[in-house]
């Protein structure tokens, strides 16, 4: 039951805070086949918009990349950029982990 003061919106908004908070996304470099670097983006396989966020990496990075075995694979080494994006985007600075 909701008291005088309660209000639902404000409900929902400390229910979306605490998801947020929930978030560990770990961003990380690996050196691939031909000695390739490749930014592992871990920790957003539970989010519904994993495939847009992927494309819209893949966009304004302007490099290939794929969403496969729950993690963003992007060619090159690009964990700066994807940290500024990920936060642009609302996440969570204190979330997100760069290796």
Request: hydrophobic content about 35%.
């Amino acid at each position: 039951m909701l008291e005088e003061n309660d209000d639902p919106s404000s409900m929902e908004d400390v229910l979306r805070e605490l998801d947020k908070e929930k978030i560990e996304i770990v961003i990380s470099k690996v050196i691939r086949r031909f000695n390739k670097p490749a930014t592992i983006v871990r920790g957003l396989h539970d989010r519904k918009d994993v495939e847009s966020i992927t494309r819209d990496l893949k966009m304004k990075i302007g490099t290939g990349g794929t969403y496969k075995d729950k993690q963003i694979i992007l060619q090159g080494d690009h964990r700066e950029s994807v940290k500024t994006i990920l936060l642009a985007k609302g996440f969570e600075e204190k979330s997100i982990e760069v290796l």
